[in-house]
């Protein structure tokens, strides 16, 4: 059994349901799933993100040396590069190419101020940036910040160019681990909080959602939730609750109904 699409829609009845999705901004709520052929189904209730959460692992640096400028014929140039093995972190330190590169400050999600003038920690999406020292091999020293910049968001990270054959870099750290805060209210029950993450699935009355993707924007983070549809789950759960209820009436055994007495005991 399926569920009843939410608006009338072409299907073929013997087609099997393809998982559905919702994308859901932050703040936002839904109480429908779509499928990528744009078939709507309802969902039986209400999802609502209340915020989401990505945690990034730290960046790393890579140093570029230069190895062949351009040439008539091939516009870039080649560069030999050296990454650091280590997550950057306040105090680390970097050697390569006979260049020293020491993190000052690593702020994981940052954005410039208002005055546009420096880089400050923030509690939305930003950012990772480091303020580092460079010291050259003849011992020349100076200090920059590099953002590692935000594909999702479409903000390059800073190539900054040391001399003529070196450009330092920090790269845009890997995803962690991402995950929805959700509201769940279904036919006039409470409302229940609950934690999508990946590998973790939510269920929601005959569906599952499973934390699938999302997509960071300036004006609100959305997540993107896989519904798979299932009703035989809720029966499959009565029937083992009756399973259980059943057996501890079976091994269950009233004192005053033990052993039956005889008629010379009774007397």
Known sequence: MEPSPAKTLDRDPGQRLADPFLQIREGESTNEAMTQTQKIYALGGVVQLKKFTLDSFPPKLTL?????????????????????????????????????VHVLQYL??????????????????????????????????????LSAGNDAMGIPGDNIRIDDRHVIRLQESPAREYRSTLLLSRFGQPTEERILKVNHPVRFGAWTLYQSSYQLDPH????????????????????????????????????????????????
């Open 64 to 100: 570029y040396e230069l190895t062949q400028p351009p040439q008539p014929g091939m516009p870039m140039p080649t560069y030999t590069t050296s990454d650091d093995p280590d997550w950057v972190a306040s105090g680390h330190t970097f050697m390569a190419y006979g260049y020293v």
């Open 108 to 145: 994981p999600n940052a954005s410039v101020d208002t005055q546009g003038r420096q880089w400050v920690s923030t509690d939305t999406q930003g950012e990772a940036v480091v303020e580092v020292n460079i010291t050259t091999p003849d011992g020349s020293e100076g200090s920059t910040w």
């Open 220 to 267: 609100g983070n959305s997540s993107i939730i896989q519904a798979v549809y299932d009703p035989s789950i809720p029966v499959v759960f009565t029937g083992l609750i009756c399973i259980v209820i059943g057996t501890f009436l079976a091994l269950w055994r009233p004192k005053n109904l033990s052993q039956p007495k005889s008629v010379g005991e009774m007397s």
